[in-house]
Protein backbone atom coordinates (compact mmCIF):
# COMPACT_ATOMS: atom_id res chain seq x y z
CA UNK A 1 0.00 0.00 0.00
CA UNK A 2 3.05 2.59 0.98
CA UNK A 3 4.78 1.52 -2.14
CA UNK A 4 2.07 2.15 -4.02
CA UNK A 5 1.46 5.57 -2.66
CA UNK A 6 5.22 6.37 -3.20
CA UNK A 7 5.36 5.47 -6.64
CA UNK A 8 2.15 7.27 -7.70
CA UNK A 9 3.60 10.51 -5.47
CA UNK A 10 6.61 9.82 -7.67
CA UNK A 11 5.25 9.95 -10.65
CA UNK A 12 2.54 12.66 -9.77
CA UNK A 13 6.06 14.77 -9.03
CA UNK A 14 7.84 13.47 -12.37
CA UNK A 15 4.77 14.55 -14.78
CA UNK A 16 4.23 18.01 -13.21
CA UNK A 17 8.16 18.83 -13.84
CA UNK A 18 7.53 17.42 -17.07
CA UNK A 19 4.96 19.89 -17.75
CA UNK A 20 6.70 22.62 -16.18
CA UNK A 21 9.70 21.68 -18.46
CA UNK A 22 7.26 22.06 -21.43
CA UNK A 23 5.42 25.61 -20.27
CA UNK A 24 9.13 26.89 -19.55
CA UNK A 25 10.19 25.83 -23.48
CA UNK A 26 7.59 27.22 -24.53
CA UNK A 27 7.26 30.80 -22.79
CA UNK A 28 11.22 31.71 -22.26
CA UNK A 29 13.46 32.21 -25.71
CA UNK A 30 16.32 30.47 -26.14
CA UNK A 31 18.78 33.66 -25.23
CA UNK A 32 16.85 33.40 -22.19
CA UNK A 33 17.25 29.79 -21.56
CA UNK A 34 20.82 30.27 -22.01
CA UNK A 35 20.85 33.47 -19.53
CA UNK A 36 18.78 31.48 -16.75
CA UNK A 37 21.98 29.25 -16.08
CA UNK A 38 24.12 32.29 -15.75
CA UNK A 39 21.28 33.82 -13.34
CA UNK A 40 21.15 31.15 -11.34
CA UNK A 41 24.77 30.40 -10.62
CA UNK A 42 25.15 34.07 -9.76
CA UNK A 43 22.21 33.75 -7.03
CA UNK A 44 24.00 30.59 -5.88
CA UNK A 45 27.60 32.46 -5.73
CA UNK A 46 25.96 35.51 -3.91
CA UNK A 47 23.90 33.43 -1.33
CA UNK A 48 27.40 31.49 -0.75
CA UNK A 49 29.77 34.15 -0.53
CA UNK A 50 27.84 37.15 0.49
CA UNK A 51 24.45 36.15 2.30
CA UNK A 52 26.10 33.15 4.14
CA UNK A 53 29.20 35.01 6.02
CA UNK A 54 27.13 38.14 6.31
CA UNK A 55 24.69 35.96 8.47
CA UNK A 56 27.52 33.98 10.41
CA UNK A 57 28.58 37.60 11.32
CA UNK A 58 25.58 39.06 12.38
CA UNK A 59 24.80 35.88 14.26
CA UNK A 60 28.49 35.66 15.87
CA UNK A 61 27.93 39.40 16.90
CA UNK A 62 24.83 38.64 18.16
CA UNK A 63 26.13 35.82 20.43
CA UNK A 64 28.84 38.19 21.39
CA UNK A 65 26.74 40.87 22.48
CA UNK A 66 24.28 38.95 24.14
CA UNK A 67 26.76 37.67 27.20
CA UNK A 68 26.80 40.92 28.68
CA UNK A 69 24.43 41.75 31.94
CA UNK A 70 20.69 40.96 31.35
CA UNK A 71 20.96 40.51 27.77
CA UNK A 72 19.94 37.20 27.30
CA UNK A 73 16.62 38.59 27.80
CA UNK A 74 16.04 39.79 24.67
CA UNK A 75 17.95 38.11 22.32
CA UNK A 76 14.96 36.14 21.08
CA UNK A 77 13.12 39.95 19.90
CA UNK A 78 16.89 40.73 17.99
CA UNK A 79 17.10 37.98 16.12
CA UNK A 80 13.29 37.88 15.26
CA UNK A 81 14.02 41.84 14.29
CA UNK A 82 16.47 41.14 12.20
CA UNK A 83 15.06 38.39 10.42
CA UNK A 84 12.02 40.16 9.57
CA UNK A 85 14.44 42.92 8.57
CA UNK A 86 16.68 40.67 6.16
CA UNK A 87 13.28 39.03 4.20
CA UNK A 88 11.75 42.22 3.49
CA UNK A 89 15.08 43.19 2.27
CA UNK A 90 15.55 40.30 0.13
CA UNK A 91 11.83 40.46 -0.91
CA UNK A 92 12.56 44.51 -2.12
CA UNK A 93 15.84 43.70 -3.53
CA UNK A 94 14.41 43.12 -7.45
CA UNK A 95 12.07 45.89 -7.24
CA UNK A 96 15.02 48.50 -5.55
CA UNK A 97 17.39 46.94 -8.27
CA UNK A 98 14.71 47.52 -11.72
CA UNK A 99 12.55 50.54 -10.95
CA UNK A 100 12.22 52.99 -13.56
CA UNK A 101 14.32 50.56 -16.20
CA UNK A 102 11.41 49.68 -17.58
CA UNK A 103 12.07 46.27 -17.44
CA UNK A 104 8.83 44.64 -15.87
CA UNK A 105 5.66 46.54 -17.11
CA UNK A 106 3.84 45.01 -14.00
CA UNK A 107 5.86 47.07 -11.35
CA UNK A 108 3.79 49.92 -10.04
CA UNK A 109 4.87 53.70 -10.30
CA UNK A 110 5.96 54.18 -6.62
CA UNK A 111 8.54 54.70 -5.08
CA UNK A 112 10.12 51.30 -3.53
CA UNK A 113 13.18 52.50 -1.84
CA UNK A 114 11.13 55.19 0.34
CA UNK A 115 8.67 52.65 1.05
CA UNK A 116 11.39 49.73 1.78
CA UNK A 117 13.02 52.21 4.20
CA UNK A 118 9.63 53.08 5.95
CA UNK A 119 9.27 49.65 6.19
CA UNK A 120 12.52 48.62 7.62
CA UNK A 121 12.51 51.60 10.04
CA UNK A 122 8.99 50.29 11.35
CA UNK A 123 9.74 46.89 11.46
CA UNK A 124 13.21 48.18 13.65
CA UNK A 125 10.75 50.31 15.92
CA UNK A 126 8.32 47.36 16.77
CA UNK A 127 11.51 45.11 17.59
CA UNK A 128 13.09 48.14 20.09
CA UNK A 129 9.52 49.01 21.90
CA UNK A 130 9.14 45.47 22.30
CA UNK A 131 12.82 45.31 23.62
CA UNK A 132 12.23 48.22 25.92
CA UNK A 133 9.01 46.22 27.19
CA UNK A 134 10.76 43.49 27.62
CA UNK A 135 13.21 44.95 29.90
CA UNK A 136 11.05 47.25 31.65
CA UNK A 137 8.73 44.01 32.74
CA UNK A 138 11.46 41.42 33.89
CA UNK A 139 13.51 41.05 37.05
CA UNK A 140 16.90 42.80 36.29
CA UNK A 141 17.95 40.17 38.60
CA UNK A 142 16.78 36.71 39.25
CA UNK A 143 15.14 35.96 42.97
CA UNK A 144 17.03 32.91 43.06
CA UNK A 145 20.55 34.58 42.83
CA UNK A 146 19.62 36.94 45.32
CA UNK A 147 18.60 34.98 48.27
CA UNK A 148 15.15 35.35 48.27
CA UNK A 149 14.23 31.93 47.87
CA UNK A 150 13.52 29.65 50.36
CA UNK A 151 12.25 31.88 53.49
CA UNK A 152 16.41 32.53 54.78
Same mark, same amino acid.
Do not use: K
Given at each position: ????????????????????????????????? #????????????? *? *?????????????LL??????? *???? #???TV???????? #????????????????????????????????????? #?????????LQ??????????????????
Amino acid at each position: MIRTARAALGATGVGLGLWGLRLLLQAVSVDAL #IRLPLWLGGAVLV *D *DFFLVPLTLAAGWLLTRWSMGP *DRHR #IVGTVRTTGLYVG #ITTLIAIPLLIRQGTGANPTVLPRNYLRDWLLLEATI #IVIGLAVAVLQRRFTFSRSRASSGDIGGR
